[in-house]
């Protein structure tokens, strides 16, 4: 996958969760990311689109790689869905703090897991996270 390619993946099912650990851990494999960063990275999305699956029934991940202006390479994830949203992030992003009987460690969870997290929602509007785990400095 060159840079500003991007693959989709459809989120209905657990199946699918896997299915988006799988290909991200496969390209991050292909940029060399360590094993560590790899795993770092398929949790990372185990936890947010398990969210899809658990409040919004539905939406996608979508995985692509990008380079910073020193030429580093890194994997962008985007999951998205347009499902009920989230009232407030300040709140949900408390460990702990769960709306969905959880542990209430997805979001802060995955935060920690990464290089670069972004959140946008809004009630009645869904939800857009955004990953970024970068490679290492060779």
Do not use: C, H
Request: glycine residues 10%; hydrophobic residues 40%; proline residues 3%.
């Amino acid at each position: 996958m060159a840079p500003d390619t991007e693959e989709r993946i459809a989120i209905e099912s657990d199946n699918d969760v896997v299915t988006a650990r799988q290909r991200a851990r496969e390209l991050a494999a292909r940029l060399e990311l360590t094993s560590t960063d790899q795993t770092l990275l398929a949790t990372a999305i185990s936890e947010v689109a398990r969210n899809i699956t658990t409040y919004a029934t539905r939406g996608e991940v979508v995985l692509s790689i990008v380079r910073d202006n020193g030429g580093r390479e890194g994997i962008r994830v985007v999951a998205r869905d347009s499902g009920p949203g989230i009232a407030d992030v300040d709140l949900a992003m408390q460990d702990g703090y769960t709306s969905g009987g959880g542990l209430g460690l997805g979001l802060p969870g995955a935060r920690r897991l990464v290089d670069e997290f972004d959140i946008e929602t809004a009630p009645s509007q869904g939800t857009t996270v955004t990953l970024v785990k970068w490679s290492r400095a060779r």
